[in-house]
Structures are given as structure tokens and as C-alpha cells.
């Protein structure tokens, strides 16, 4: 009685406006035009830290790495409130803080914590 299927078949001219625009993103990407072709980083909600104050094993550390531990540097006092779920709390973590600063670490002292670099 009912027909479960409502799709209606798409109409030539649907396909055809379709394909012309996956081209169009496709060669405009191959050509650099796109801000994520040329590596150009997007903008955050968020501050981070500059990467010139991580350390030197942390700055060849992959980019999320980077940004994870930048992001910390910037809001330590916030991750202070955050608990960490990868039971680190043996290793004497207190927060998700201390995953990437240790607890004497001050914005002109910076003390890394290596746990996540792992």
C-alpha cells in the first residue's frame, strides 16, 4: 500500500551542476587556491602558546601534540579543573594539567611534563 522509498531520481541537469562543482573544488584545491591546499592554519575560538617556547622534543612532536601542549601553556589554570581519564593519577597527576606542565611550571619557568608526547 505504502512505499517505503521517496526518492525521486535525480534530474540530469542535478548530476551535471553537481559534477561541474566537484571539479571546480578539486582543481581550485590542486591549484593552491584553498586556505587548507597551501597549509594555511585556520583560525581558533582559542589562544594558544607560541610553539618558540616549547621544548625542543616537543617541537618535533606531531602538530595536535604541539597544539595540545600550546593550548595547555595558555590554560593551565582551566585544566587544573579538568581531571585526566588515562591513569596517569599513579605518576601523581591531579588534573589534565599535569599531563603537559608540571606543578611548579610558571609562564616565565615553563616545566614540561613528557607523558603525552608518548
Do not use: W
Request: hydrophobic share 40%; net charge positive.
Amino acid at each position: 500500500m505504502f512505499s517505503s522509498d521517496f526518492s525521486l531520481p535525480a534530474a540530469p541537469h542535478t548530476r551535471r551542476i553537481f559534477l561541474v562543482r566537484a571539479f571546480a573544488l578539486v582543481a581550485l584545491g590542486a591549484a593552491g587556491a584553498l586556505p587548507a591546499a597551501r597549509g594555511a592554519e585556520k583560525p581558533r575560538k582559542y589562544k594558544l602558546a607560541p610553539e618558540s617556547v616549547l621544548a625542543p622534543d616537543i617541537l618535533r612532536a606531531p602538530a595536535n601534540v604541539r597544539e595540545a601542549y600550546r593550548f595547555a601553556i595558555v590554560n593551565q589554570d582551566t585544566l587544573r579543573y579538568i581531571p585526566c581519564y588515562c591513569g596517569c593519577g599513579e605518576q601523581g597527576h591531579t588534573s589534565n594539567a599535569s599531563c603537559y606542565l608540571k606543578p611548579d611550571s610558571k609562564p616565565g619557568n615553563l616545566s614540561f611534563d613528557r607523558m603525552s608526547l608518548a
